[in-house]
């Protein structure tokens, strides 16, 4: 039998009948590790070995330490994780970490994570009843922290980047009309709100943006507003927070939002003997303290059953204001400035959306092009 040669690793088999393979790798910490791979044939141990043998010739390196699946995600939480992204990101991050991929993936070596344990994770929260929304963030989750696994030497490769993303259904969504956003604001008049309502309508500002307004955001005599911040809930606290640098912008106001913004100033004014602060929320609760997002989307919804209108989202009064730019010709670019998207390819979605009367009107110039000659 030819002698194998230094590097080649080791095979042989235990007096249990299985087949061992022992290769020495490199460890992330610059020195060298007995690995060790088992198969029931001589030839599956000589495949493991052999990808390892691939993977010692291309310097991956091993680590020493045994993670386990439970023992990495939190220490991807903390070290990683938490110092990059926003306390809201975290606090969902830390919530899935815990709900999820733990009590599911937690007992599991971190190098020996496989694609199939991916696949059946996904199926299994796919099976429990969750949302294809849920089951996505808890995958693309999984997918981040064995980036960073990859990049700190721990794995070899990312399974997750290797399963498909789950598929989400897009919502259809239909938002108002003009008509019907006029009515909604008809009916609202007069309300504390009512100056919040318009601001959104005639801005599409995030639920956060609009709630984290400061007065020294706006600047009624240059007509301007700077959105510069948003007010988050971050576990059970609510938070100024600020604005991501791609959302940050200064939109021109409306007359309209003008008008509205004065009349709600005057009416703080009115009630406590000055004028607000510059530093107060220009949208806040009778006592000056943050209004709860949910309560403001909740008063929203019913305001507009008052009003006997179709239901909507709150958001979808994003996409309306974004609608109706699209349907009165405003270039893409613009609206991607008014609502702040980071990316031009997500206010393009916008025109899937335009009205039909919008269609209507443009491919009435059809007539006038093909329809002279009979």
């Not at 949302?131 to 030497?153: C, H, I, K, N």
């Not at 974004?322 to 613009?334: C, I, K, Q, S």
Request: charged share 25%.
């Amino acid at each position: 039998m030819t002698r194998r040669a230094n590097g080649e690793g080791t095979l042989f088999r235990r007096k249990d009948g299985r087949w061992v393979a022992a290769v020495y790798m490199p460890t992330s910490t610059g020195g060298r590790h007995r690995r060790y791979v088992y198969g029931r044939t001589r030839e599956e141990a000589r495949r493991k070995q052999t990808e390892l043998l691939r993977q010692a010739d291309r310097g991956v390196p091993v680590t020493v330490k045994v993670w386990k699946v439970g023992d990495y995600l939190p220490h991807w939480l903390e070290e990683i994780a938490r110092p990059k992204v926003r306390d809201s990101t975290y606090v969902k991050y830390e919530t899935f970490v815990r709900c999820y991929l733990v009590p599911a993936l937690g007992r599991k070596r971190l190098e020996r994570l496989s694609t199939s344990d991916v696949r059946a994770f996904l199926r299994g929260m796919g099976d429990a009843g969750k949302s294809p929304a849920t089951v996505r963030v808890a995958y693309a989750v999984l997918r981040a922290a064995l980036g960073s696994a990859l990049r700190e030497e721990l794995v070899f490769r990312n399974v997750a980047a290797l399963v498909d993303s789950p598929r989400v259904v897009k919502r259809e969504f239909s938002p108002w009309s003009a008509a019907e956003s006029r009515r909604f604001l008809s009916s609202t008049r007069g309300t504390p709100l009512y100056p919040a309502y318009v601001v959104s309508l005639s801005l599409g500002l995030r639920r956060g943006e609009l709630l984290g307004l400061r007065w020294g955001d706006v600047d009624l005599d240059a007509r301007v507003l700077h959105v510069r911040r948003q007010l988050q809930r971050v576990g059970r606290e609510l938070r100024i927070a600020p604005e991501p640098k791609s959302h940050r912008r200064t939109v021109p106001l409306p007359k309209m939002c003008v008008l509205a913004l004065r009349w709600h100033r005057i009416r703080l004014t009115a009630e406590s003997d000055a004028q607000p602060d510059l530093d107060a929320l220009v949208f806040r609760t009778r006592v000056g303290t943050p209004i709860e997002p949910r309560n403001f989307s909740r008063s929203f919804g019913q305001a507009a059953s008052k009003a006997s209108l179709r239901p909507v989202r709150l958001h979808d009064a994003r996409h309306g204001c974004a609608t109706l730019l699209a349907g009165a010709g405003v270039p893409p670019r613009v609206i991607m400035e008014i609502l702040g998207h980071s990316q031009i390819g997500v206010t393009m979605n916008v025109y899937a959306h335009v009205t039909v009367e919008s269609q209507r009107e443009a491919l009435a110039h059809m007539d006038q092009l093909l329809g002279g000659e009979g």
